[in-house]
């Protein structure tokens, strides 16, 4: 299934591609004033249609498609997917923006893809799955990197969503490990810096919904790292609540501060 699924997501970003390359966007904002271009619904119909012939009674609940989120539930198994993640990179064309899928099964995800097709990068994995990273034909094998005492903390964080909790969060690294580094990414390659190496934690104290996560948080688990919350518990999904809780994803939870 993981190689029909791979295409699928590859067929996403291709929808998206096209669009991405034709000139103008044109954006329009839902009612929580996000934005939304032809690239998020068109990526949406691709995986929609793939993912429902892939497994049949597997409900897809989807960002782009409000009706679809009654299946969100604690128990079972459901598609959880972001066409488009990161439509204000998207709309900048800076190529940090990804097409996400996340099975979950019983509150976990399972398996998740991340796709960046502007940068020809392919991330999937899960718990128990491993992880595996393709850019450009050339597949490798993901696992986390392992802190040093001698180097700084590699803190992966968001431009736009710095806000103060986080900045707070970040000065404690730097109280407890001696030194952190800041390593920018867009989108749910936050998680895949840390999954392939190049960074050791995510803080993200601002909120986010179940499908701007699932998928990476998958291939991070599956390359040894973890995404918890404030409680140091995995995030969940398919709860009452869509919004996520604050959490922290990294390579190793002795790195997180304590109280």
Known sequence: MTQQLLMIARAAGSAILAVYQEGPLQVVHKADCSPVTTADL???????????????????????????????????????????????????????????????????????????????????????????????????????ATPSAQSACRVVASKSHLNAPTQSLIAALGDALGAVSLVQAGSSLKFCRIAEGAADIYPRLAPTCEWDTAAAQAVLEGAGGSVLDLQRRPLHYGKSELLNPSFIATCDPALIPHD
């Not at 398996?111 to 020809?120: D, F, I, N, Q, S």
């Open 42 to 144: 068109a990526a949406h119909r691709v995986l929609e249609a793939g993912l429902r012939y892939l497994l049949p009674d597997c409900p897809v609940v989807s960002e782009e498609d409000p009706a679809s989120h009654l299946y969100r539930q604690q128990h079972g198994r459901f598609w959880l997917i972001d066409p488009l993640d990161g439509t204000k990179e998207f709309i900048a064309r800076n190529g940090e923006f990804t097409v996400n899928i996340a099975l979950v099964e019983n509150g976990r995800s399972v398996l998740g893809v991340v796709y960046a097709p502007a940068l020809e990068a392919l991330y999937w994995g899960g718990a128990g799955v491993g992880a595996f990273r393709c850019v450009r034909g050339q597949t490798v094998s993901l696992r986390v």
